[in-house]
């Protein structure tokens, strides 16, 4: 890929639209297969329309070494048997470090290093930081959508397996009032 020329990226934290805007993805409930805990609310919310759970829109820089690609993550509200909506989850198996700056809605940024599970609670105007070798996912958790902007390293990859195989942690949980219920993952 040859490197980008300088340019200007306007972006609406209120809409998560980027322009100019590269590749914008979606994932639907039916992309999200062995992630929530209740497989049978899960198969019935896929019978059920099979939801967007999430849009990830991309700035046109790609994701090449040496760039700073960029994304506006929009996670749509809601549960799956009380388990908050969520992104899959990834580990850069190119180990390096990436921010999120929250923009409208609250959500969370779970991290797990293998180990020990860590929570940033994001909003607007938070800066979350993740180290490298930190795999991270990020949950919605409020009543309107939650979004924050990316911006990693373009060679640092995604590791979608690992999740798979490792989970993160703890699983979240709509609980008391505004406040999140972790729970222990177990694999
Ligand atoms: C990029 C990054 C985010 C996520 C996005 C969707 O390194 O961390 O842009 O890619 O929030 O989440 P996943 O990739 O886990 O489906
Ligand atoms: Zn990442």
Redesign the pocket.
């Given at each position: 890929t040859p490197p980008i020329s300088p340019l200007s990226i306007t972006f609406d934290g209120q809409t998560g639209t980027m322009s100019p805007e590269g590749p914008v993805l979606t994932?639907r409930m039916s992309d999200l297969a062995g992630l929530f805990a209740d497989t049978a609310a899960w198969e019935a919310a896929v019978a059920d329309g099979d939801p967007v759970v999430?849009q990830?829109a991309s700035s046109p820089v790609p994701e090449a070494e040496g760039e700073l690609p960029q994304?506006i993550?929009t996670i749509l509200p809601g549960t799956v048997a009380g388990e908050f909506h969520m992104?899959?989850?990834?580990q850069?198996p190119n180990p390096q470090g990436?921010i999120y700056l929250g923009l409208s809605g609250t959500g969370g940024l779970l991290l797990f290093d293998g180990e020990r599970p860590q929570w940033i609670d994001m909003a607007p105007g938070v800066i979350g930081y993740i180290p490298p070798g930190w795999a991270?996912?990020?949950v919605n958790t409020g009543d309107e959508p939650y979004r924050f902007l990316?911006v990693?390293p373009g060679n640092?990859g995604?590791d979608y397996g690992w999740v798979l195989a490792n989970g993160m942690g703890h699983r979240v949980y709509r609980g008391e009032g505004a406040t999140p219920r972790f729970e222990p993952f177990t694999a």
């Open positions: 994932r999430y990830v994304s993550t992104t899959k989850g990834h850069h990436e991270h996912r990020s990316a990693y640092a995604h």
